[in-house]
């Protein structure tokens, strides 16, 4: 990280540490929304460990968040978003802990106040950081000078996002292309052919090349980075290449070689461990909350119909990895057979099998299926870690070989408990919709994107919206 970057993590530190010490000084000494006993007074010195505690996390998910991650052009309702996803985050698992725990004892209502001054503070530093950094913009300081190699149809919409996005910090310089015609790009002047970038680099006071250049001139592109390279001057390619989204370029190098690549549709490896923790700990308090209502379901269907409780299937998980689904059964003994004299009857596209009005399903079944309850013993499927709580579908063997080659790309991730397609119409969407949305899931990922998805979810469940 560069100075200035350092510079903010060392005053949200502060931050974070002022919005604790405000939240103590909150509920204890204002006492605002509810008074506290005396019994349950304590001094500050007690939070010594939490408070410790709290400025780690906060950093750590500060940084999967992509905080810290420099990026030009971000709105402040962005990074507020960030903030809000870190700070929730943080409060889920230190609420989590002391639930779990028998000897720590800690104000809940003291620990809401953390995170929501948390909040406040960091987008409050975030707001002031923008204004003096477009102070310094408006003086010159920290103002990229650029010089736009092309005036095609990219230069032309690079131009326009600059000019339209002066919070980006781009100030052109001018544009240079072999086309004489070119004259004017907006209030630009066409500074020369490509042969002047040298005498440009001389002359003017440029900061960064930026290459505009369609794909074929590969030769040229090399040419002038190089160029750039000898003076000391940043050469960045804005790729045309198959019209890709940059969001899908993977560039890495091979002994210095400069390689271009796609992305593989996957989440990052500190990506999974973070949501792989959420997992265990929102599972295991998800079981813990839902036992008693697990116990109700089960005896319910016990009585309802001959047969056991639990239905037990065979689905494909992450990169095809065959593994045993749990559910609440909710359809008669023998269903599995009799799928066949009922395939006229599907509602679904693709691969899946659906039907409203399923004969199968037994009295129970139907207010399982209606309300989801069916799915709760999948629980246990996240802890062992077949699953997660937000990812796509498991689908069954037999599906999976009906998939296209597109198709398979959802089976990059653990399977989830809930996802995207879920909340996005569930069994009212076309199974190639339902991949759409998994695939963007993947490529999108975010422990925001997870929280927003299980809060999406509750509705969905208590209505009993495209369920069934």
């Known amino acids: 990280m560069n100075r200035s970057l350092w510079l903010l993590v060392f005053i949200d530190i502060l931050l974070i540490n002022l919005a604790f010490g405000l939240a103590y000084y909150a509920r204890y000494t204002l006492q605002l929304f509810a008074p506290v006993l005396d019994a349950f007074q304590a001094p500050f010195s007690a939070y010594a460990q939490l408070q410790i505690g709290y400025t780690v996390l906060m950093l750590i998910f ?51 106040w953390a995170i929501a001054l948390t909040i406040v503070l960091l987008g409050v530093a975030r707001l002031v950081e923008r204004a003096v950094r477009r102070e310094l913009r408006k003086r010159g300081l920290g103002v990229a000078r650029v010089l736009i190699v092309g005036a095609g149809e990219m230069g032309r919409t690079v131009v326009r996002t600059m000019t339209a996005r002066p919070d980006l910090g781009y100030k052109i310089v001018g544009f240079i292309d072999d086309d004489p015609s070119k004259g004017e790009l907006g209030r630009l002047k066409n500074l020369g052919g490509l042969e002047r970038v040298e005498h ?11 290459i505009t250049l ?51 549709v996957r989440i990052s490896r500190i990506g999974r461990l973070f949501k792989r923790a959420l997992d265990i700990v929102l599972a295991a308090l998800g079981l813990l909350l839902a036992s008693p209502l697990m116990l109700l379901a089960a005896l319910a269907i016990k009585l309802d119909s001959p047969g056991p409780v639990f239905f037990r299937q065979t689905r494909v ?58 799915e709760l013993p999948q ?28 198709h398979r790309q959802r089976l990059e991730v653990q399977p989830g408990l809930s996802g995207l397609w879920q909340v996005s119409g569930r069994s009212d969407l076309t199974f190639d ?19 927003v998805i299980m809060l999406r979810t509750i509705p969905r469940v208590l209505f009993g919206s495209g369920a069934y």
């Open 62 to 112: 500060l940084f999967v968040a992509g905080v810290y991650t420099p990026q030009r052009g971000v709105s402040w309702f962005a990074e507020l978003y960030r903030i809000i996803n870190a700070s929730t985050t943080v409060g889920v698992i230190v609420f989590a802990i002391i639930f779990l725990s028998r000897t720590l004892i800690y104000s809940r209502l003291m620990i809401l």
């Open 200 to 210: 440009i680099l001389n002359t003017e006071p440029v900061d960064e090349v930026l």
């Open 214 to 264: 369609p794909w074929m001139y590969q030769r040229k592109i090399v040419a002038l980075v190089r160029t750039c390279q000898s003076h000391g001057v940043r050469a960045r390619v804005v790729p045309d290449l198959f019209q890709l989204s940059l969001s899908r370029l993977d560039v890495d190098d091979l002994g210095g070689i400069p390689i271009i690549g796609i992305k593989e």
């Open 317 to 374: 998980g992450e990169h095809g990895r065959l593994f045993t689904v749990f559910k609440f059964r909710s359809m008669r003994e023998g269903a599995e057979e009799e799928l066949e004299q009922l395939l006229a009857y599907n509602e679904a596209s693709g691969p899946l099998f659906k039907m409203k009005d399923d004969p199968r399903r037994t009295r129970v079944g139907r207010l399982l299926r209606t309300t989801s309850l069916d």
């Open 379 to 406: 629980f246990f499927n996240i802890l062992l870690g077949d699953m997660s709580l937000v990812g796509p579908r498991p689908g069954l063997p037999s599906e999976v070989e009906q998939y296209q080659p597109w």
């Open 433 to 451: 919709e339902m991949c759409l949305l998994d695939i963007y899931y993947i490529e999108n990922w975010s422990l925001a994107l997870d929280f």
